[in-house]
């Protein structure tokens, strides 16, 4: 079992930047790929970025791409999202999710959430 806990979120003005941090725990080794997804009232989760602990490229949304860095700590237990130039509709609760693999199943984690919200 994976635990993910995360920490960074707030309110920033427009053009601002945060950067949020998910630490994992328990069977960290089984972990395959760390992402944070983001999710608004009325709407469904959605991806913002993702990144193989395996070392290979990110993936992010095209939303975010040109302004957002996912990045992994050297122990590849914790993920890092740097959002640069905010917007308001990047106002949304941000989660953590790991994708485990273990013993040929697959699942996924996810953390509590940690709300991002961007106003003047």
């Known amino acids: 079992q994976v635990f993910l806990v995360e920490s960074g979120g707030g309110l920033v003005q427009p053009g601002g930047s945060l950067r949020l941090s998910c630490t994992a725990s328990g069977t960290t080794s089984t972990i395959r790929v760390l992402g944070w997804y983001r999710q608004t009232p009325g709407s469904q989760r959605e991806l913002v970025a993702r990144?193989?602990?395996?070392?290979?490229?990110?993936l992010y949304a095209a939303s975010v791409t040109d302004r957002s860095t996912i990045s992994l700590s050297k122990d590849k237990n914790t993920v890092y999202l740097q959002m640069n130039s905010l917007k308001p509709e990047d106002t949304a609760v941000y989660y953590c999710n790991a994708f485990v693999m273990e013993l040929g199943d697959e699942y996924d984690y996810w953390g509590q959430g940690t709300q991002v919200t961007v106003s003047s």
């Open positions: 990144i193989p602990t395996n070392g290979a490229s990110p």
